[in-house]
């Protein structure tokens, strides 16, 4: 039913579309503003004329525990291609080539877990009397009297997980999941994650998209928006106009001004800054200083050559990687992606390493690791660093993260960036719009 409510969405970025799908579902009018002429913000794909492949500007994984991701395409009418197990499953190579697997099994995730730590080879028997500690931490309430202001280098030393605990689980894990290592993560963050991935099974999964992601949320949310949204390109804001504690319009650069009865910000927070007047910044918000962008390199190696079947071997094509410059690697039908999460946080001595020197390193290290590539040809390699595709979760960002309503009663604040309890990825910046949406529902109510 329509409310017949007006809603300027800045932004057009996965948690500016999440926010615009969520919002046209209680029948208000949105108008999404997006400052350059292509949707996704940092989600996107692009074509390579040389090989005729599409990549992605990074190789997303998803989860189970994923919940407002799954409705948001759902609600794009989107029957996307993902592969994934309701188990958990974890392929691992060394350095010296050594393979070793992690294979949950059961419906009860505690049990499912336990059964593959039993069977993880890796793990001495005093390696898996430690990780009982974790089954205390999920299900007692500790994180206030515990976690707060502790990072999960200090938790994982607290917990005595073992060396061989961190380098053959932990330091994987935390790679994939937050896109750094422990030191950089806030214990609160990973406790969430971690609570997530227990409620139920299935939750614990891992979902590898099997095509392009411009072809699971661009594409589909475009033809959704048809009719529904009003979607402005190339609409760079300029200012976001507030007055007495409220927003009276939204100015762009070409001097016209867009209005509404609610506002949305679905910038990222380096930018947010940039829309806002000092004094409302200093009156309204917290200083941002601690938020820091972190990169991430994905490399894609194509060869001559990919051996036959590559891409459904381990677990659907994903291997971590121990003891390596790589973190992880996604084996595809006609190529290698190679994804190293914060370099500049997590490789030693990465800033003095070309990019030359990085590709040819990571190429060796397959080489090293995978018998079937030794003598591998390449016929073409793409280098792609995103240079702020993440914002690193420490307790110091913890604590600035803002929350989505704000001070200004018809302004809200939407990215993963924002305080949604999660690190920053898909399912942050989808949750993170959903919030929005709700919120602005709940005031349209509480204002007939």
């Known amino acids: 039913m329509m409310n017949n409510k007006k809603v300027v969405v800045i932004g057009g970025g996965l948690s500016g579309i999440s926010s615009s799908v969520f919002l046209s579902g ?19 794909s692009f074509y390579d004329e040389e090989t005729g492949l599409t990549f992605d500007n990074g190789q997303h ?26 188990n958990l499953e974890v392929y691992f190579r060394d350095i010296e080539g050594k393979q070793f697997e992690f294979h ?39 994180s206030d009297r515990l976690l707060k202001g502790r990072n999960l280098e200090w938790l994982l030393g607290y917990l005595k997980q073992t060396e061989n605990l961190k380098r053959y689980f932990w330091y994987p894990f935390t790679y994939a999941v937050f896109n750094t290592s422990p030191k950089y993560v806030d214990a609160v963050v990973f406790l969430n994650v971690l609570v997530k991935s227990f409620e ?8 590898v998209p099997d095509e392009p992601l411009g072809s699971i949320f661009i594409e589909p949310f475009t033809k959704y928006a048809e009719g529904k949204i009003d979607i402005r390109m190339n609409a760079n804001v300029k200012n976001i106009s507030i007055k007495d504690g409220s927003v009276k319009g939204i100015v762009l650069e070409n001097g016209e001004e867009i209005t509404g009865d609610y506002y949305i910000s679905a910038v990222p927070f380096y930018n947010f800054k940039n829309i806002l007047d000092t004094e409302i ?10 938020l820091v962008s972190a990169s991430i390199v994905s490399i894609y190696i194509v060869p001559v050559k990919m051996p ?13 990687m121990l003891d390596t410059k790589v973190h992880w690697l996604f084996f595809k039908k006609d190529y290698i ?14 800033d003095s390493i070309s990019k030359e020197k990085l590709i040819e390193i990571v190429t ?33 960002s913890g604590l600035q993260r803002p929350e989505s309503a704000t001070g200004i009663k018809n302004l809200f604040i939407a990215g993963d960036w924002t305080n949604t309890g999660i690190p920053a990825t898909i399912e942050g910046a989808v949750t993170s719009g959903k919030k929005c949406s709700d919120l602005i529902k709940e005031q349209i109510e509480r204002e007939r």
Do not use: Q
Not at 26 to 44: A, I, Y
Not at 281 to 290: G, P, R, T
């Open 281 to 290: 910044l200093n009156k309204y918000f917290n200083d941002l200083s601690e």
């Open 308 to 320: 036959d079947n590559f891409s459904e071997k381990f677990y659907h094509g994903m291997v971590g």
């Open 61 to 86: 994984i998803m989860a189970g525990w994923y919940r407002n991701t799954l409705e948001l395409i759902g609600l794009m009418n989107k029957e996307p291609k993902l592969k994934f197990n309701p």
């Open 364 to 396: 060796e290290e397959i080489r090293g690791c995978f018998p079937e590539f030794r003598d591998m040809k390449v016929k073409r390699v793409k280098y792609f660093k995103e240079k702020r595709a993440t914002f690193l979760p420490t307790i110091e």
């Open 104 to 142: 949950s099994r059961g419906d009860n995730p505690f049990v499912a877990v336990a059964k593959g730590f039993i069977d993880y080879e890796p793990l001495t028997f005093k390696d898996k009397l430690h990780l009982l500690a974790l089954r205390e931490l999920i299900e007692l309430d500790v």
């Open 200 to 207: 139920k099974f299935g939750d614990l999964s891992l979902i």
């Open 337 to 350: 992606c190679v994804i190293i999460s914060a370099p500049e946080y997590t490789v030693e001595g990465y």
């Open 26 to 44: 209680t029948g208000c009018r949105v108008t999404l503003l997006e400052s350059t002429g292509k949707l996704g913000g940092r989600t996107f």
